[in-house]
């Protein structure tokens, strides 16, 4: 299985921040990377798909970057409505692993 | 409106079945792949296995073959995630996902949970 590992796990910040979270596969996925949000006692929510494409109806505050093993993502101007977990996805090969998610908490 | 419902919360006793259902509406149910995700405190999302409906052509991770079987009845527009022996350690939440229209494969609508919790 290819490993996908989020860095950092755990990340506070303020409203109004720039935000990067990172994600690592063990070996290539191409563009095949997927960020999800999701808030405690909710549904995991598509954000980006192929590594930097936005989900319709997702704010233009998130954005993807990278490909091969190394991908991130962005969020430019934290609002209120952000705080939640984050996961990586890869989709290259099955099965189609979750990184271990960055939980974002306000500081 | 894209809708995928599950049915829901169930309590079992270790070495009984289960089958858990979602029931997908607003889209052509037969062309895309349904997908099941489990969700732990410990171990995060795992993908766990997917199945195409129109031919229920059938995906699983190796972490969950043999213990699940994912099935579906496409004249209902339903998927199943069925266990034929529940451990205490079965105990999750299940999503199922809809894999989305283009070439990479990722869930686009999520069904709202199944709880399942197995304990003596």
């Known amino acids: 299985d290819i490993q996908m590992t989020q860095s950092p796990s755990s990340l506070s910040a303020s409203v109004g921040d720039r935000v990067t979270i990172t994600c690592r596969a063990s070996q290539s996925i191409s563009s095949n990377l997927n960020w999800y949000q999701q808030k405690p006692g909710k549904v995991p929510k598509l954000l980006i798909y192929?590594?930097?494409s936005l989900q319709s109806g997702v704010p233009s505050t998130f954005s993807g970057s990278g490909s091969g093993t190394d991908f991130t993502l962005t969020i430019s101007s934290l609002q209120p409505e952000d705080f939640a977990t984050y996961y990586c996805q890869q989709s290259y090969t099955t099965p189609h692993t979750f990184g271990q998610g960055t939980k974002l908490e306000i500081k | 409106e894209v809708q995928l419902v599950q049915s829901g919360a169930e309590v079992k006793k270790p070495g009984e079945s289960l089958q858990i259902s979602c029931k997908g509406s607003g889209y052509s149910f037969t062309i895309f792949w349904i997908g099941w995700v489990r969700q732990t405190p410990g171990k995060g999302l795992e993908w766990m296995g997917t199945?195409?409906?129109?031919?229920?052509?059938?995906i699983y991770s190796p972490s969950f073959r043999g213990q699940v079987t994912i099935s579906v009845d496409k004249s209902i527009n339903t998927a199943y995630l069925q266990w034929s022996s529940l451990k205490a350690s079965d105990t999750a939440i299940y999503y199922c996902?809809?894999?989305?229209?283009?070439?990479?494969?990722?869930?686009?609508?999520w069904g709202q949970g199944t709880l399942v919790t197995v304990s003596s």
């Open positions: 996902a809809r894999r989305g229209p283009n070439d990479y494969n990722h869930f686009d609508y």
């Open positions: 199945i195409f409906p129109g031919n229920s052509d059938t």
């Open positions: 192929g590594a930097s």
